[in-house]
Each structure stands twice: as C-alpha cells, then as structure tokens.
C-alpha cells in the first residue's frame, strides 16, 4: 500500500525547495509538471489542445508552450478551460506512475492537485503559501519571465484562500530556508504517524 502526499501551493511558493527535503526522507517525487509536459506530447492530448485553443499554439506539429501559455494564461477561464482540458490525461499518467514506484512513500508535486481531482488519491495534503512580491522574484529568475509575465502568470493562479479552504496543512516560506525546511520535515513525520 502506497502512502501519497500532495504538495501544492501557487507558482513560486517554494515547492521545489520541500521536493528535494521530501526525496531525502525517501520519498519518490513525482513532478506533475513533468508529467502533464509528457501528456501534452501525446498525440491525444494535442488534438484536444487544439480543438479549444487553435492551431496556432503549434509549432511543426508540436506544441509551442509559449504561444498556449499566452492563450490560457490570458484570462482565469482560459486557464480553467486548459485545465479541463489538459488534466485527465496529466492524472492518467500520474496513476501509472504511482504504481510503478519502488517507494510506498510518494509525493506529488502538483500546482494543480485539486482542479485535477488528484487531491482525492492522497493520504493528505500540504499547501506552501508565499508573499506574492517573494513569488514573482523567484519566477522571474526561475523561468526567465519578464516582470509582466510573472504578473500575469501569478494572477491566473489561485489565491491564498484556496488552498487554505480545503486543507489544514499550510506551510508558510516567508524567510528562514532553514526553518521552512524544517518545518515541512515534522509535517511530514506527523502526518506518516496517523
């Protein structure tokens, strides 16, 4: 029997930096972000891309993640339609992947995990919340986002109140690395003891 945490929060919260504390307590971490950039190149995936979005988000027949991200990213129910869109074939490759692991102990790293309905395969949930101005220093330097579009990509994500609405396990990275880590090490010890 598999023991899943999800780990989400809004882009540039901080969830990489929990991704690589939770590897080292033995987890297997899959990045759903890894996972839904394999669904996207399905072929079944881009069809249904392209039926909501239009041709123009290809490039030589494949995606170009650029001109989708300027579609879906436009609007919140552009981002939503990408999510009806994109995430079952995303949590159909996630199951796979949760049963393929070596480790009982898995974690998924998912910005998405409840719009995808993900949430309802795991044990518990944790959400990483940050100030949004700590937010968009991180991914402007991460992906390389001019300041209008980390704007504009921290606007079509959702907001603090989510994600406390529907889990009770915050973790807030605001400061102190350290602590932070530390803090996400004892959440996960106590919730592998329940």
Do not use: W
């Not at 690589?20 to 972000?33: E, Q, S």
């Amino acid at each position: 029997m598999k023991y899943i945490i999800g780990l989400t929060g809004p882009t540039g919260s901080g969830k990489t930096t929990l991704c690589n504390t939770a590897v080292n307590m033995g987890y297997n971490v899959l990045n759903c972000d890894i996972i839904a950039r394999k669904a996207a190149e399905m072929p079944e995936t881009l069809a249904a891309l392209t039926s909501v979005f239009g041709k123009g988000i290809l490039e030589d027949g494949k995606l170009n993640r650029k001109a989708l991200a300027l579609k879906a990213f436009s609007c919140p129910e552009n981002t939503e339609l990408l999510n009806k869109t994109m995430l079952p074939f995303v949590v159909a490759l996630i199951k796979k992947e949760i049963e393929n692991s070596s480790s009982n102990k898995v974690l998924l790293d998912a910005p998405t995990l409840f719009e995808s309905g993900a949430n309802s395969m795991c044990n518990a949930v944790v959400a990483v919340l940050a100030e949004k101005e700590d937010r968009k220093k991180r991914i402007i330097l991460r992906d390389g986002l001019t300041d209008a579009e980390a704007e504009l990509r921290i606007s079509a994500g959702k907001n603090d109140d989510y994600y406390k609405d529907r889990t009770q396990h915050i973790i807030y990275n605001n400061g102190d690395q350290n602590a932070f880590i530390l803090e996400f090490k004892s959440k996960l010890n106590t919730l592998e003891e329940k």
